[in-house]
Nanobody
Framework: QVQVVESGGGLVQAGEALTLSCTVS????????VQWYRQVPGKERELVAR???????YVKPSVRGRFAIDRDNDQNVVHLQMTGLIPEDTAVYLC????????????WGRGTQVTVSS
């Protein structure tokens, strides 16, 4: 069974950095479109970053320059590198594999909590 697992969240102070990881047990991130979303209670889930099968990257403009996404094929992991964190970045961060292996299915992890204190 293919499962998406996020890790790396935690409680940090404003200005600090975190790196989130998205791995796929029983599957692969290689050549798949991987997206990081974040969810705040009462607000819509928003796309933060994407790396597609051809390694073309997208980062939400409001976090560009602070956040970056990369893929390590050897380690079968996609990272979301976050620097200069601010309290408004507090959210549950979720990893999504869009149209996994061209199956028509989107796969989601359970998320990892990021809390930024002021």
């Amino acid at each position: 069974q293919v499962q998406v697992v996020e890790s790396g969240g935690g409680l940090v102070q404003a200005g600090e950095a975190l790196t989130l990881s998205c791995t796929v047990s029983g599957g692969t991130v290689v050549f798949n479109t991987v997206q990081w979303y974040r969810q705040v209670p009462g607000k819509e889930r928003e796309l933060v970053a994407r790396i597609d099968g051809g390694n073309i990257e997208y980062v939400k403009p409001s976090v560009r320059g602070r956040f970056a996404i990369d893929r390590d094929n050897d380690q079968n992991v996609v990272h979301l590198q976050m620097t200069g964190l601010i309290p408004e970045d507090t959210a549950v961060y979720l990893c999504n594999l869009r149209n996994y292996e061209n199956s028509g299915r989107d796969l989601w992890g359970r998320g990892t909590q990021v809390t930024v204190s002021s």
